[in-house]
T-cell receptor, first 116, second 114 residues
Framework: KQEVTQIPAALSVPEGENLVLNCSFT??????LQWFRQDPGKGLTSLLL?????REQTSGRLNASLDKSSGRSTLYIAASQPGDSATYLC???????????????FGTGTRLKVLA | DTEVTQTPKHLVMGMTNKKSLKCEQH?????MYWYKQKAKKPPELMFV???????INESVPSRFSPECPNSSLLNLHLHALQPEDSALYLC?????????????FGDGTRLSIL
């Protein structure tokens, strides 16, 4: 059974710091991995999608890496800002052999607070 | 602005009521999903529709009944819910199965069961 964990569960940093969020998964047979942010009481906003054949993706101040063999992904946030405060979730996509359809399994999340 | 629209944003209902949640997308996506999210927990998959057919039911109680009338619309019919069903219900969509496309989420419906 695929399990996805995120460390740390919560993080509080001063504005301007560079930070790394971690995502670990137990089964390396994934199609891709997606990072999301979620503001309180809101839906999920997609940040980055990494295909299983890729090593990293970048968007602005965000950089996500993927090491399938070790079951790890990291989200790097450069020069953090108070507006980055949110919960960050990773999700791995797997295919169900019986039906050919796929599902996303979410990690436990990291609650980030960036202090002004 | 989200490209997946969910209505209503908030819903309060009694345990004997019948209500429906609605989700709509016009991105041409052929896979649509319902998730349940409790406070400070990650979303948990409930149902997946692929090409308007139910392809995954994660052992969800029958008091939740999904429906996909067409490729743009996904409903979740609610009946005889329990207080523990209070949660944020999220809808998502993506390109058809087997392609490397991201999921897009709506803002959710906050459901409270009295």
């Amino acid at each position: 059974k695929q399990e996805v964990t995120q460390i740390p569960a919560a993080l509080s940093v001063p504005e301007g710091e560079n930070l790394v969020l971690n995502c670990s998964f137990t089964d390396s047979a994934i199609y891709n991995l997606q990072w999301f942010r979620q503001d309180p009481g809101k839906g999920l906003t997609s940040l980055l999608l990494i295909q299983s054949s890729q090593r990293e993706q970048t968007s602005g101040r965000l950089n996500a890496s993927l090491d399938k063999s070790s079951g790890r992904s990291t989200l790097y946030i450069a020069a953090s800002q108070p507006g980055d405060s949110a919960t960050y979730l990773c999700a791995v996509r797997r295919v169900l052999a019986t039906s050919g359809t796929y599902k996303y399994i979410f990690g436990t999340g990291t609650r980030l607070k960036v202090l002004a | 602005d989200t490209e997946v629209t969910q209505t209503p944003k908030h819903l309060v209902m009694g345990m004997t009521n019948k209500k429906s949640l609605k989700c709509e997308q016009h991105m041409g996506h052929r896979a649509m999903y319902w998730y349940k999210q409790k406070a400070k927990k990650p979303p948990e998959l409930m149902f997946v529709y692929s090409y308007e057919k139910l392809s995954i039911n994660e052992s969800v109680p029958s008091r939740f009944s999904p429906e996909c009338p067409n490729s743009s619309l996904l409903n979740l019919h609610l009946h005889a819910l329990q207080p523990e069903d209070s949660a944020l219900y999220l809808c998502a969509s993506s390109q058809d199965r087997g392609t490397y496309q991201p999921q897009h989420f709506g803002d959710g419906t906050r459901l409270s069961i009295l």
